[in-house]
């Protein structure tokens, strides 16, 4: 059984920082690519950033230049420092990973529970 677990959020005032961590653990063959998303109340959940086994990533346009998505593939682990926060980033913030359970069969998608994180204006 795959498990994402995600930490490190919490509140924060405007232009402050924080930085998420997100642990896959269980019987896998591989990660692929690994992302952030996050929801705001009354929003669709929405990417923040993503990144490839191979270290390439993205971002959401909303985003670019203030959080910085890295990964750790030796621990399995995804983090996602965030700078210069905004109230509008105020969401629950879920991990994602696309994990191959074998070699021989496709990757499936899993979800973390999420976290909360809330930006103070």
């Known amino acids: 059984q795959v498990q994402l677990v995600e930490s490190g959020g919490g509140l924060v005032q405007a232009g402050g920082s924080l930085r998420l961590s997100c642990a896959v653990s269980?019987?896998?063959?591989?990660?692929?690519?690994m992302g952030w998303y996050r929801q705001a109340p009354g929003a669709q959940r929405e990417v923040v950033a993503t990144v490839t086994g191979g270290g390439v990533t993205s971002y959401a346009d909303s985003v670019k230049g203030r959080f910085t998505i890295s990964r750790d593939n030796v621990k399995n682990m995804v983090y996602l420092q965030m700078t210069s926060l905004k109230p509008e980033d105020t969401a629950v913030y879920y991990c994602?990973?696309?994990?191959?359970?074998?070699?021989?069969?496709?990757?499936?998608?899993?979800w973390g529970q999420g976290t909360q994180v809330t930006v103070s204006s």
């Open positions: 269980g019987s896998m063959y591989r990660v692929n690519v």
């Open positions: 994602n990973a696309l994990v191959q359970l074998s070699l021989f069969r496709p990757p499936n998608v899993y």
